[in-house]
């Protein structure tokens, strides 16, 4: 009993601190690492100094490519991720 009334006292606080629930942290870590893992497995595209980080299952891009065409490729490898919901790629 005492470790149900701990583990609920960390997801209320997770809730707390995030203004999400512990599945929607959950969600939103599943996605960056979705994304993250295809950027890095996408070798033509050399995508690896994209950060990626996602709130609410709106994936934000950010950093650095050479071109047009990276750029492109890095959203479109983001919406590729299951529970995205928006990219926004800067």
Do not use: F
Request: charged share 20%.
């Amino acid at each position: 009993m005492a470790a149900l009334l701990v583990m609920l006292s960390l997801v209320a606080g997770c809730h707390s601190m995030t203004g999400k629930t512990a599945g929607e942290n959950i969600d939103d870590a599943t996605i960056t690492a979705s994304v993250k893992a295809k950027l890095v497995a996408d070798k033509p595209s050399n995508l690896t100094r994209v950060d990626v980080d996602t709130n609410n299952a709106t994936v934000y891009l950010n950093g650095v490519v050479e071109s047009a065409e990276q750029k492109a490729r890095a959203e479109q490898l983001a919406w590729q991720a299951k529970g995205v919901k928006s990219v926004v790629n800067n």
